[in-house]
C-alpha cells in the first residue's frame, strides 16, 4: 500500500513537471517565456497544484480544472480577455505531455 501511494505521488509529480516544462520550453516556449508575467505563472501554478490532487487525469477533468482556473482570472478583471483565452488553450494543449507523464 504504501509503495503504491509513493508510485501514484511519483506519477503525478511528473505530470506537473511535463506541463510546466511543456509550457516554458515546448512549442511555444521561447515566446513564453518572454512575455510569462506574475499572473501567468500563479494561474499555471493554479492549475499545477489542482492537476497533483488527482490520482489518475483524465483529458475531460483536465481542461475543468483549466476552465474553472480560467473563469476564476476573468472574474479578477486584471487580465486582458485575450491573454487569458490564449493561456487557457496553451494550458489545454498541454495535455499531451501530462498525459505521457502520468
Do not use: C, P
Amino acid at each position: 500500500m504504501k509503495t503504491e501511494t509513493i508510485i501514484e505521488a511519483g506519477l503525478g509529480v511528473a505530470a506537473v513537471a511535463a506541463l510546466g516544462a511543456y509550457l516554458l520550453y515546448g512549442k511555444h516556449g521561447g515566446s513564453n517565456r518572454a512575455k510569462v508575467s506574475g499572473w501567468m505563472l500563479r494561474m499555471k501554478g493554479e492549475v499545477l497544484e489542482k492537476v497533483e490532487e488527482f490520482k489518475d487525469i483524465n483529458k475531460a477533468e483536465y481542461n475543468k480544472i483549466v476552465d474553472e482556473v480560467t473563469a476564476h482570472y476573468a472574474k479578477l478583471g486584471k487580465v486582458g480577455e485575450d491573454e487569458l483565452k490564449h493561456l487557457a488553450q496553451e494550458l489545454k494543449d498541454a495535455w499531451e505531455h501530462v498525459k505521457q507523464a502520468a
